[in-house]
């Protein structure tokens, strides 16, 4: 299916992002926005974004993805005892956290090399299934890992990687004044700095 010129795009992405080549607008109109509105998220809404992860791809279908979610008051002011300052003064506005560890082990106990990798490709679904559900995410790698290893009591095979914020995206007023100039879409590299060319000889 090819899409004509611009067609599906939010307008508010196209400033900074120029597709050309017919890419659905799903991926295109993903932007990790640090502005949420006050939204308490449903039960169906957060496991629709686990259930996305779910189906994601891996070596030898292991499924290395694991997930500590936090939806309650209780549980997220866990998670931010260990999520570093700067993201805290945003992140606090999010509806829920998700962190997303994977687990280094083969069921017969080797190492899987393939589950960070692995565990990218969950994360990707969930940031699109939220975004399909009207929701907002993004990803933190500012976070104390080893506190939150003590404070979860994750065991050494798991390896948090992300927390996620997810919430329903709001406006600038709902955000910190220092963010304002930085939350917009992103831009993004063009495929000729991407495609590597090579010789076949
Ligand atoms: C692994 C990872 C770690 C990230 N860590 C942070 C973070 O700690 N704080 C933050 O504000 N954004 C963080 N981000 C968000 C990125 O800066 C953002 O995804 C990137 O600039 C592209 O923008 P977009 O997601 O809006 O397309 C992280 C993203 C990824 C994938």
Redesign the pocket.
């Known amino acids: 299916m090819s899409h004509t010129m611009n067609e599906g795009y939010h307008d508010e992405v196209l400033q900074a992002r120029q597709p050309q080549h017919g890419v659905d607008p799903l991926f295109v109109n ?3 926005t ?1 502005a949420f509105q006050p939204y308490t998220i449903s039960q169906q809404e957060l496991y629709a974004l686990l259930e996305a992860a779910q189906y994601a791809p891996s070596a030898n279908n292991m499924q290395p993805w694991r997930f500590f979610v936090a939806a309650t008051e209780q549980e997220k002011t866990l998670f931010q005892s260990f999520i ?1 300052p700067r ?1 805290l003064v945003w992140c606090k506005n999010a509806s829920a956290y998700i962190l997303l560890a994977s687990d280094s082990l083969t069921p017969d106990g080797n190492e899987n090399r393939m589950h960070a990798f692995d565990t990218g490709a969950a ?1 990707q679904s969930i940031a699109l299934q939220a975004n399909m559900l009207g929701l907002s995410t ?5 976070f104390e890992k080893a506190a939150a290893i003590e404070k979860l009591a994750i065991p050494s095979n798991l390896h948090p ?2 927390v996620i914020a997810v919430g329903k995206p709001g406006s600038l007023e709902q955000l910190d004044e220092s963010f304002h100039p930085m939350n917009k ?2 831009p993004r590299k063009s495929l000729d700095e991407l495609i590597v060319p090579y010789e076949v000889k």
């Open positions: 993903r932007w990790s640090r570093m993201n994360w993004r990803a933190m790698g500012g990687q992300i879409p992103t």
